[in-house]
């Protein structure tokens, strides 16, 4: 919104600018109004004392309990983006197949675990480790997230693959069917790769969406993430919402520098001009995709 | 199937819907004043909007859940209901956990907001900032209307995000449809994968419908330029 200013108003004139300057002055006492209620709620709670700050100043909080819990949370989305992105490719080009009988049962797979909670992929993945597998309790619930987590994030990441597919031009396939290549060789050699740097944005915000969805786990399976460190902190020290504000800032930090990421990624993957087709944009899928697609 | 009967399943399936009920119309109003904020001529409201759906949109919605519960109610006290008999706990954490989900869903209904008065054309604005209309005037009268009709499918999209997110509840235990199901897969063993598939099925015939009506209203409402 900086620079040149919107459409839907005229660089301000003087009373426009008398106007503003109340309107900024009226909604500055309204954030101020509410910036004290907090204030003083949390005051009056003794939420705001030097007891509950200083275990965050103290080394050891950061060393044996945030980093290990951010690095479980890392762990947890790395693992299921590095899965989900072969199957989300798998079952993309099998969306694509010209044989109904692949096209069909991919798309309904695809669609039906997007339209299921994560959360409840997560209970269901537990309960199945439990019952048919021998996984150790300690990892089970990484197990279980990760699982949940590549089962939805596999049926997201499909419809971007197709997404990038189908963006292309289709000479690009003409072409390769005129030198003869085959159907197969044609996706891996000429579509694919293509496909893959057009989607690399949309992948690494993704990657938000993952590392977000593993608090889920912390709640349900008491995976023992960056989120869960609230219980141990809060029980130690009895400073609830400190903890909780600095594990959020946390993740925010974390997730704002993934966008940044994507961000840059998309700008120089437009520069280089190395895709005949734009970038996919994961909101763009969103729309154009059936129900049960989200940005979420 | 015999023991699906001993458990309540309209009920927490009713507890979802109603969460995602208020909580869709809490998200539509607080989304729509944030995306009005980050379009305004008032530096303050941008750069506040801007703020907030950033630092919103990459927090988990489960950290905002439990911040409700163990922040807001356990240790300040905001409880959010007068009732005091005893199902005044579950009110409670029912209207947090919607609070949390307002909070959250507002900035994803914000962003697609402003990406529709994106597409309403400049002319219109400069059209009547013409006839004379100011800034409030232009926004809800002229822009407003036309950039819902064009976001319907994205806020589609959000509103099935939030129907699925409504399970995050569980994490203050809101008696909704994924504690149920954690409840069911525990006591029926085997039974498990019943239990998934029907709740699974549950909830395609939740978001089904839901993608499908609004899918066909984004093409009748959208305005055809």
């Known amino acids: ?167 292309l031009p289709k000479g690009q396939s003409e072409a390769s069917y005129a030198l003869g290549l085959r159907k197969t060789q044609t996706m891996l050699t000429i579509l694919l790769p293509q496909a893959v740097t057009v989607m690399l944005p949309a992948i690494v915000s993704q990657l938000v969406v993952i590392v977000k969805d593993t608090a889920i786990g912390s709640t349900i399976l008491s995976f023992a993430d960056l989120l869960s460190n609230y219980r141990i902190l809060s029980a130690n020290y009895g400073n609830t919402i400190p903890t909780l504000i600095v594990i959020g800032l946390i993740y925010v930090v974390v997730n704002w520098v993934v966008t940044r990421l994507a961000a840059l990624l998309e700008q120089r993957m437009s520069r280089r001009g190395r895709s005949s087709a734009p970038p996919v944009n994961p909101s763009a899928v969103t729309v154009t995709a059936l129900p049960g697609a989200d940005p979420l | 199937m015999d023991f699906l009967s001993n458990y309540d399943l309209l009920g927490a399936f009713w507890v979802t819907v109603q969460l995602t009920f208020w909580s869709a119309i809490g998200a539509l109003v607080w989304g729509i004043v944030l995306a009005g904020m980050r379009v305004s001529p008032v530096w303050l409201m941008r750069a506040f909007a801007t703020a907030y759906v950033t630092v919103v949109r990459n927090t988990p919605l489960t950290l905002l859940v439990v911040a409700a519960s163990l922040g807001l109610y356990q240790t300040l006290g905001v409880s959010l209901t007068t009732d005091t008999t005893t199902s005044a706990i579950d009110i409670t954490n029912f209207r947090l956990s919607v609070l949390a989900f307002i909070l959250y869903t507002g900035t994803f209904v914000s962003e697609a907001v402003r990406s529709g008065i994106n597409t309403v054309p400049v002319g219109q604005a400069e059209a009547s900032r013409a006839l004379g209309l100011g800034f409030m005037q232009t926004l809800t009268i002229v822009v407003l209307p036309q950039a819902l009709r064009s976001v319907v499918a994205p806020l589609a999209s959000v509103l099935i995000a939030l129907t699925k997110n409504t399970t995050i509840a569980s994490a203050i235990g809101v008696a909704e449809a994924a504690v149920l199901m954690k409840t069911m897969i525990e006591n029926e063993g085997q039974a498990g994968s019943l239990v998934f598939v029907v709740f699974a099925i549950g909830f395609v015939i939740l978001t089904l419908p839901v993608g499908l009506v609004l899918g066909w209203l984004s093409q009748k409402v959208a305005v055809k330029r």
């Open chain 1, 1 to 167: 919104m900086s620079g040149a200013p919107s459409v839907l108003y005229d660089a301000p004139g003087p009373k426009a600018k008398v106007r503003n300057t109340i309107y900024s002055v009226v909604f500055l006492a309204v954030l101020a109004a509410v910036a004290w209620y907090v204030f003083t709620a949390l005051s009056d709670k003794g939420q705001l004392t030097a007891k509950m700050w200083t275990p965050f100043t103290d080394g050891s909080t950061w060393t044996q309990y945030l980093i290990p819990g951010l690095g479980t949370t890392l762990m947890a989305a790395v693992l299921a983006i590095v899965i989900a992105l072969p199957v989300g490719a798998v079952f993309g080009i099998a969306r694509l197949s010209e044989h109904v009988w692949i096209r069909v049962p991919a798309g309904v797979l695809v669609e039906l675990f997007r339209a299921i909670p994560v959360l409840m992929l997560m209970l269901f993945s537990n309960f199945f480790y439990v019952w048919y597998t021998d996984i150790d309790s300690d990892i089970r619930p990484l197990f279980a997230v990760v699982t949940g987590l590549v089962l939805y994030n596999g049926s997201v990441l499909a419809e971007v693959f197709r997404a990038g597919i189908a963006s």
